[in-house]
């Protein structure tokens, strides 16, 4: 055992340079070995998922979990975003990681094949998803196949990447990410044009109120209301005109 922690000692400080991949789409943080005490060992996923259009963290996201085909669980994200999975050895799990109006991910990890006298202390995988909007016209279908395969590395003593697979996918991965990047930029640009029309209505519907100009505020207030229906200060003035 001594010798296998030093192992990890040595594995660990290298494996942010080798496990850089999925271009932002996926963030899976380092591996850690934690010694427990278990009758049979697990592999804890620990982590959380979060928008990648804002940063933030998703409360009540859904992760469903197949082993060797069927469905197992469903987890759901807790107000903080986090979760906790616990994987079985000798399985061959999927996980799908989703919420409304975001695109599915999945991931894919195989715990066959671990010596017993390796998983004794048990396994502790931190990670975080991260999931993109919906958006309409971008080809996603990329994501019908995990995002990353991960199985046990005896070498190293840890869960790892499937690096063959990571390259197999790595230029659609990068076409998504660069396809997504100019989608959000399109939106914003259109959310600041929508914006500043809204603006100008409001402004020149404030100033034909102040000139008691009736009829002109109410087309301006119109046209607000056209823009953001939401809104409730533009309907409250084309009342007062």
């Not at 979990?65 to 061959?92: A, C, Q, Y």
């Not at 919906?134 to 395969?149: F, Q, R, T």
Request: overall charge neutral; hydrophobic content about 35%.
């Amino acid at each position: 055992m001594k010798t296998r922690l030093t192992h990890l000692m040595s594995v660990y400080s290298k494996i942010g340079k080798a496990n850089n991949v999925c271009i932002g789409l996926l963030v899976l943080c380092c591996f850690v070995f934690t010694q427990r005490v278990h009758a049979q060992w697990q592999l804890d996923l620990v982590g959380s998922i979060k928008s990648q259009e804002d940063k933030k963290r998703i409360e009540g996201a859904k992760i469903h979990v197949f082993r060797n085909g069927s469905k197992v669980e469903t987890v759901t994200t807790d107000s903080k975003g986090k979760f906790k999975i616990s994987l079985n050895p000798d399985g061959m799990y999927k996980l799908e990681f989703s919420s409304s109006g975001f695109v599915t991910k999945r991931l894919e990890i195989n715990t066959k094949n671990v010596p017993p006298e390796d998983g004794e202390g048990g396994f502790e995988f931190p990670m975080e998803m991260v999931l993109f909007p919906d958006i309409e016209g971008l080809d996603v279908s990329i994501l019908n196949k995990p995002i990353a395969k991960l199985y046990y590395n005896p070498k190293s003593f840890i869960f790892d990447f499937d690096k063959d697979y990571t390259n197999s996918i790595k230029a659609e991965i990068e076409r998504l990410q660069k396809e997504l990047e100019d989608k959000l930029a399109e939106q914003e640009a259109l959310k600041k044009e929508l914006e500043d029309k809204y603006n100008d209505a409001i402004s020149a519907g404030d100033k034909a109120m102040s000139g008691k100009e009736w009829v002109r505020a109410k087309q301006q207030y119109t046209i607000a209301i056209n823009l953001k229906p939401n809104e409730q200060y533009p309907k409250d003035k084309l009342e007062e005109a």
